[in-house]
């Protein structure tokens, strides 16, 4: 347990010095960006468009927390909301690794995760694959930590940020494929096990979707999806 302070520290001012020494970091974009690579659509989000449909529906997992963050903190909330979610990212992938590695390993990989651009996404992180990124890998982390733990309350939490993941950036729809198929696997010679966990990981997903439908026609009249 020490190990792991000391580890998450050492991740945290390793954050904190590249931050320091380039804040644009880890918003540099590899492609071109489209409407959605500026967050100041976050602030008018209420009133922008009067239906909120299609994409701006589908990305609420990125539209949601910005929007809360530019209300509360104002023009710091553009470098705080992403700078947040980038580190639990780095902090998730480590204890991810974690489950399959010793310390050292996990690590050095998050270390070096920091200021590898591929996993900083295609577009810089003012763009919502990114945040989706942050919801997949804490949805793979309970997945698997149920897995090794047995614990099926994790795969409930993972099936909710798979739904989160999916609804924010849709490519991330591979893994809800996977996860089924790696269940299969893991408890083949438990059939009933296998669709038990099943059932709960798409309890997990359907209440995050329910609440997602729940909030956008109460809020705004309408029903979800549009489509990435």
């Known amino acids: 347990m020490k190990e792991n302070y000391q580890n998450i520290l050492l991740i945290f001012f390793s954050f904190c010095t590249l931050f320091l020494i380039n804040p644009n970091w880890f918003y540099l974009?590899?492609?071109g960006p489209d409407q959605w690579a500026a967050l100041m659509y976050i602030e008018r989000f209420d009133?922008?468009?009067?239906?909120?449909?299609g994409a701006r529906t589908s990305r609420f997992g990125w539209l949601i927390p910005g929007q809360f963050f530019i209300n509360k903190f104002k023009d710091v909330g553009i470098i705080v909301f992403p700078a947040l979610?980038?580190?639990?990212?780095i902090i998730t992938y480590y204890f991810t690794l974690k489950l399959f590695f010793n310390s050292n390993i996990s690590l050095f990989f998050s270390l070096f995760a920091l200021s590898y651009m591929e996993?900083?996404?295609?577009?810089?992180?003012?763009?919502?694959?990114?945040?989706?990124?942050?919801?997949?890998?804490?949805?793979?982390?309970?997945f698997f930590k149920g897995l090794k733990n047995n614990k099926q309350n994790f795969?409930?939490?993972?099936?909710?940020?798979?739904?989160?993941?999916?609804?924010?950036?849709?490519?991330?729809?591979l893994f809800f494929i996977l996860f089924p198929i790696i269940l299969f696997l893991n408890y083949r010679k438990e059939?009933?096990?296998?669709f038990i966990n099943c059932l709960i990981y798409l309890l997990g997903f359907s209440f995050l979707v329910i609440i997602s439908i729940i909030f956008f026609y109460l809020?705004?009249?309408?029903?979800l999806i549009g489509s990435h």
Request: glycine fraction near 6%.
């Open 155 to 173: 795969l409930f939490v993972s099936g909710f940020f798979s739904a989160i993941a999916i609804l924010t950036y849709s490519t991330t729809i």
């Open 219 to 223: 809020r705004y009249d309408i029903f």
């Open 85 to 89: 979610y980038f580190f639990i990212t």
């Open 119 to 142: 996993l900083h996404g295609s577009y810089g992180w003012l763009y919502m694959s990114n945040f989706s990124l942050t919801y997949l890998i804490i949805s793979i982390y309970m």
């Open 47 to 53: 009133n922008f468009y009067s239906d909120i449909l």
């Open 191 to 194: 059939i009933k096990i296998f």
């Open 29 to 31: 974009e590899i492609g």
